[in-house]
């Protein structure tokens, strides 16, 4: 048994570009910008960035083009693809992720909550003062792992 699955998390680097195939079906397609953050062996911060290219087809391109656009957050998942053609300069590969499901990620509403309710005319409702939440105090003093009865 072959396993060929890609989970991906990130953020578009340009709107998606929607075509269509000769039979019809259309194709929405756009770059995923994944980062990784780490510390290195003297302690120093460090950052790399991945790009993957992402392919999508009928509803799912038609949902991402609706409203998907550059900066937005999205969940894929799909199989791994390498597509390749011959150029004027030779042959070219590109690799893909050819998308099965997606999801997208939090929106942001120019800095009010995602959960936010809007009006129809798209103005945010009234904030209400949010409610306290309810804490657990811990006790002070050390817990000893000889006391724990598992």
């Known amino acids: 048994m072959y396993i060929n699955k890609a989970i991906v ?20 397609s ?24 992402i392919v999508l087809f009928s509803k799912l391109a038609e949902l991402a083009a609706q409203y998907l656009k550059k900066g937005s957050g999205v969940f894929i998942e799909g199989r791994m693809q390498t597509r390749s053609w011959d150029d004027a ?3 070219k590969y590109r690799m893909e992720i050819v998308a099965d499901t997606m999801q997208f990620g939090p929106r942001s509403t120019g800095g009010a909550p995602s959960s936010a309710p809007t009006s129809p005319k ?13 804490t657990i105090e811990y006790p002070e003093e050390d817990i000893n792992p000889d006391d724990i009865p598992f």
Request: cysteine-free.
């Open 122 to 134: 798209g103005a945010s409702a009234p904030q209400e003062a949010p409610e306290a939440l309810a």
């Open 30 to 53: 756009f770059s995923l910008a994944t980062n990784r953050v780490w510390k290195d062996k003297s302690g120093v911060k460090q950052e790399s960035v991945d790009y993957h290219n």
């Open 89 to 91: 300069t030779g042959k």
């Open 9 to 28: 998390y990130g953020n578009l680097t340009r709107d998606p570009e929607m075509r269509a195939l000769p039979s019809g079906q259309q194709v929405a």
